[in-house]
Every structure is written in C-alpha cells, then in structure tokens.
C-alpha cells in the first residue's frame, strides 16, 4: 500500500501560480504511474495529469496543456503539479494518485491522499 499527502493548494488570483506536491511513502514509488485527480464541485472526477514511473511518458488534458507540468522526483518519492495561469475553471480539489498503468482513468489508480483545495478568484 501506498500513503499519499498532498500539500501546496490555496488561494489565488487568476493569472497566478501554484505548486502542488505530493508526498508518498509505503510500496517502491518507482514502480508506480503517478497521477493528479480534480473535482469541482457538481462535477465528475477528472485526470488533469499523469505521468509514467520513468517519467518519460506525461499526459495534460486539453484545458490544462500548456499552463501545467506535472514531474517526479524517484530519489525523493515526490510528484509534484506546477499550475500557472490558472483560471477561475482551475478551482477544484486536487487529488494525487498512484497506479500500476498508465492511465487518465480514476479506476486505474488504486491509492489516493485526501486532496488539497485550489480556489481561483477572478
């Protein structure tokens, strides 16, 4: 099992900058498919970022290409989301995931941390 903790959410004016990270202990990190969730509220469980226990392989859903990076550190077992620019449509809790495929699909990850809120005011 894996134990995730997220931390870096806050307040931001739109246009402004966050990093999330996420803090993982427990099975090897390296061999794990990281993830980062957001959900507003109403709205369904989306992907905004994966990327591969090489980090070679990354994914960015469409709204959010271009304005975030998500990176790993193997040595430090952290994964780590920078947002930039972010818009008002950004605010969500963000979720940090881990799995053993790479994946945008929620039901591919099988550990999950309890999320840290982002609010973007316009």
């Known amino acids: 099992q894996v134990q995730l903790v997220e931390s870096g959410g806050g307040l931001v004016q739109a246009g402004g900058s966050l990093r999330l990270s996420c803090a993982t202990s427990g099975r090897t990190f390296s061999f794990l498919t990281m993830g980062w969730f957001r959900q507003a509220p109403g709205k369904e469980r989306e992907c905004a970022a994966y990327i591969s226990r090489s980090g070679f392989t990354t994914y960015y859903r469409a709204s959010i290409k271009g304005r975030f990076t998500i990176s790993r550190d193997n040595a430090k077992n952290m994964v780590y989301l920078q947002m930039n620019n972010l818009k008002p449509e950004d605010a969500a809790i963000y979720y940090c995931?881990?799995?053993?495929?790479?994946?945008?699909?929620?039901?591919?990850?099988?550990?999950w941390g309890q999320g840290t809120q982002v609010t973007v005011s316009s």
């Open positions: 995931a881990a799995g053993t495929k790479v994946s945008s699909g929620a039901n591919e990850y099988d550990c």
